[in-house]
């Protein structure tokens, strides 16, 4: 999704017959209509922001320029998430090795951090209510991976033998609490009970400046999503490296273009 929005955006810079700061404030109102389409989708909106942003601090060029540079940001973009995934698998190579992992949903970046590391066992919820744990368990199967597949309500029970629970997320807000698919806050919630770490797998782009108070409003009637508290999250493994949910604060601080983007991005009514 957040690879289509940056593809959205720049095909609009090429086809725009606007130029200049029309152009930017064209740019800007789809990517905050991409973003608004779905709210709890971090990605989304870090992409998009990222590409705003680039596009914003480029506004003195003229329209050849900004068009090759929007393809170029989108390009590197693109890229950097393919490098982040590889750069998070093998920071999560020693957590993984002989390990009982439970997994909830179906991230990719958790599919890519299993396969460059094999754990000993794999179980996977069925993530209700699309069931998509369903599809990823078959694919982890298929990669010579052993995986048990159980029903939500059942993964607590397989808590007590794990080495820890590895999920991906859709959006890191700045306090470090996670929103991804919902029952992953059930999940981490016992976890935390019984002292089984809880390890969240995440692209930097991912991250979100914005506090706990607006990620709820933000996310507020996203039934398929919840959001897991920082204290009920250990880790959370970037490309910039593992960090304390209590540390993503000074991450997001250290990244100019999260702030940028989320700045251009929300809606008028919320920067007055």
Sequence with gaps: MARRAVETLVELADEDTARGEELLDSLIDAGRSLAASRPAVGAITGAAGRLLAAARAGAHLD???????????ANALIAGRDRAGRSIAIQLRERLTDALVVTHSASAT??????YTPPARVVCTVSAPFEEGR???????????EVELVEDDEAAAKLEHASLVLVGADTIFRDGSVCNKVGTATIASAAGEIGVPVVVASEVIKL????PSEALEQIQGEQYFDVTPAEDVDEIVTEEGAFASTEIAALVDRTPFLRDG????RPLRTQR
């Design 63 to 73: 329209d050849d320029e900004m068009c090759r540079m929007l393809h170029d940001e």
């Design 208 to 211: 979100s400046p914005i506090g």
């Design 110 to 115: 958790v599919r890519e951090a299993f396969l």
């Design 135 to 145: 599809a990823f368990a078959d694919e982890l199967r298929g990669e010579g991976l």
């Design 262 to 265: 989320y700045q251009l991005l």
